[in-house]
């Protein structure tokens, strides 16, 4: 289990809680996201097979988790609404180096692996802070799923550059991570 640097706030929570249609347009477009960057890297790697294979299935786990969102947001009497610039997004991807191809997977690896952590974490704090309910019950199915999905990424990331090259990055961009949660104000947004 991927230990983040910095627990968000409860009282993030309470934000979420009051424009909860909001948090659920932000969450469905972040699903979407990470669907669009997990095939991504699958076509960017074609060549390594178990990494195309886990793209594959977690991209169509988080296009499941797309659609049940925005199931949610019609029921709602909402819609999916516009996707507004992320600067937790923003911050994360400024950590990825580019210069060299080798450093490149490792740190998208590592960087997705944190951002699911996060997402997790985050997840876990809305279950907890909603009422009895179907939505309480889906952001716990939900928090459990990022659980794997961060060791999803970081294991992929161990296979390919070891353990100890992998831990030496990754403290550094959870380090990173950190300081930028830290920095980045409560709002009804996964981030």
């Not at 590592?110 to 802070?129: K, N, P, S």
């Not at 992929?156 to 990055?169: F, K, P, Q, W």
Request: charged residues 25%; negative net charge; proline residues 4%.
């Amino acid at each position: 289990m991927l230990r983040l640097r910095f627990d968000t706030d409860p009282a993030w929570a309470r934000v979420v809680l009051t424009d909860l249609d909001a948090f659920l347009q932000d969450h469905a477009h972040n699903e979407r996201k990470v669907v669009q960057a997990a095939l991504q890297l699958a076509a960017h790697n074609p060549r390594r097979s178990d990494l195309v294979a886990a793209m594959i299935e977690l991209a169509g786990e988080e296009l499941t988790h797309f659609g049940q969102v925005h199931a949610l947001l019609l029921a709602r009497g909402s819609n999916l609404g516009q996707d507004k610039p992320d600067p937790y997004a923003g911050g994360m991807h400024k950590l990825l180096r580019k210069a060299d191809m080798d450093e490149y997977l490792l740190d998208r690896l590592l960087v997705f692996g944190v951002v699911e952590a996060r997402g997790c974490e985050r997840f876990r704090l809305v279950h907890e802070a909603l009422p009895e309910g179907p939505l309480k019950d889906f952001y716990g199915t939900l928090y459990r799923a990022e659980a794997r999905h961060h060791g999803l990424f970081t294991g992929l990331a161990e296979t390919y550059y070891g353990r100890d090259v992998v831990r030496s990055r990754l403290s550094e961009i959870l380090a990173a991570e950190a300081e930028l949660v830290a920095s980045l104000p409560h709002r009804a947004a996964l981030h």
